[in-house]
């Protein structure tokens, strides 16, 4: 039985171009970037390139890109330090972020920081009225904006732009999470007023454990992490140089193909949404369904009839990788609180499918025949 792989905004499939390029740092190259002679020279120079590569996609300094573990932890370093070092007394969030965000909120207030969240609808879009609200009643304090670009579980993507002239309007810091549209979605740092935003190389087919934030020049943040002076002081560890190299290499194609991959996976959804709605009776989408939402997530809620775990068991069972929302909050049992905050029944379970330039239509196919057949939709 081949394996069908619909899971990929938990992560996806390492194109084989970046494994061939990380190999030669896993065999050749393996000198500690922070060593003087030669071997040490070599990984320094590739380190450097891999963030000269990632600052010109993004039209950013290099100065501004700092490599990290990934997504997780560049949110963390962000909304901690930022009330560490910057005096933040407020924090703006929402209540549809991913929990690397969520939890580090919840975390700080619980410490005595000031939190307020944004009110969003049935959708997924931010009430930019009631941010303005907010900003407005928190004006006398030093305030933190942090909102989701695109959201992992729904797709429903904000507009980055909008939010930060508000954040510019009330003088306020802004952290996006990007997480899930970077290298998916072109983004120029510099015609948007945001702050912070962060990225991790496995949701574009790079390798897992490797991701970067970006801090704006006119921002000063201090290390999350103690013990060297790798990163320009700004994250201690002996760097993940065939990652870096990976990651890299990663972004690089992805903005070379992302017209193409773009069209061809948003094909891929419309198709697949289409044959959903033509063969189940009482499926909904859940989500904006907007052109310009995230194109590579589908979120799609079955009839309460349906025993969601079971329904995801019996997917497992036929070979369909897919997910019942957060890969980051499997295991927990209080449903997905994305669904929960738009106001999707709890009763109607729901299953988060999300494509790549791997996934065909022969797959969607086979996909929606096993999901008549566990739910019992007749021949």
């Not at 950013?60 to 933040?88: P, Q, Y």
């Not at 009225?129 to 959201?151: F, W």
């Not at 033509?278 to 989408?285: A, H």
Request: contains cysteine; proline residues 3%; hydrophobic residues 40%.
């Amino acid at each position: 039985m081949s394996l069908i792989y619909f899971d990929n905004a938990a992560t996806t499939k390492v194109d084989e171009q970046v494994v061939q390029t990380m190999l030669p740092f896993l065999t050749e190259h393996y000198g500690n970037p922070s060593s003087i002679h030669g071997l040490g020279r070599r990984t320094r120079a590739a380190v450097e390139k891999a963030r000269k590569v990632i600052a010109g996609h993004l039209n950013a300094s290099t100065a501004e890109i700092f490599f990290t573990s990934g997504g997780t932890e560049s949110n963390n370093m962000v909304l901690k330090n930022c009330v560490r070092d910057l005096g933040v007394t407020c924090l703006i969030s929402s209540k549809i972020e991913h929990h690397c965000v969520l939890h580090t909120v919840e975390n700080l207030e619980e410490a005595g920081l000031k939190v307020a969240y944004v009110d969003v609808n049935e959708q997924g879009f931010f009430d930019l009225e009631h941010l303005k609200q907010l900003l407005k009643a928190h004006q006398s304090e030093n305030v933190l904006v942090s909102l989701i670009h695109a959201n992992n579980e729904i797709g429903t993507i904000n507009d980055l732009a909008a939010i930060g002239e508000i954040c510019k309007e009330y003088d306020a810091l802004f952290h996006a999470d990007t997480v899930q549209t970077i290298a998916h979605f072109p983004l120029d740092l510099t015609q948007i007023n945001v702050h912070f935003v962060s990225a991790s190389a496995h949701k574009f087919h790079g390798p897992k454990g490797v991701g970067f934030v970006y801090i704006s020049g006119d921002t000063h943040l201090k290390p999350l992490i103690h013990g060297g002076a790798q990163e320009r002081n700004m994250r201690a560890g002996t760097e993940n140089i065939a990652g870096i190299v990976g990651m890299a290499k990663a972004l690089e194609i992805a903005y070379e193909e992302l017209e193409e991959t773009k069209a061809y996976i948003l094909e891929l959804k419309r198709y697949f949404k289409s044959l959903l709605q033509q063969e189940i009776p009482e499926v909904q989408v859940n989500g904006a369904q907007c052109e310009n939402c995230l194109y590579t997530v589908l979120n799609v809620s079955f009839p309460a009839s349906i025993a969601s775990d079971m329904l995801m068991f019996n997917l497992d069972i036929a070979g369909i990788c897919a997910s019942a929302g957060s890969a980051c909050s499997s295991g927990a049992d209080q449903g997905s609180h994305v669904l929960n905050a738009i106001g999707v029944p709890a009763d109607r379970p729901s299953i988060r499918f999300s494509f790549s330039k791997y996934n065909t239509k022969e797959e969607i196919d086979i996909a929606v025949a096993k999901l008549k057949e566990i739910i019992g939709v007749p021949a």
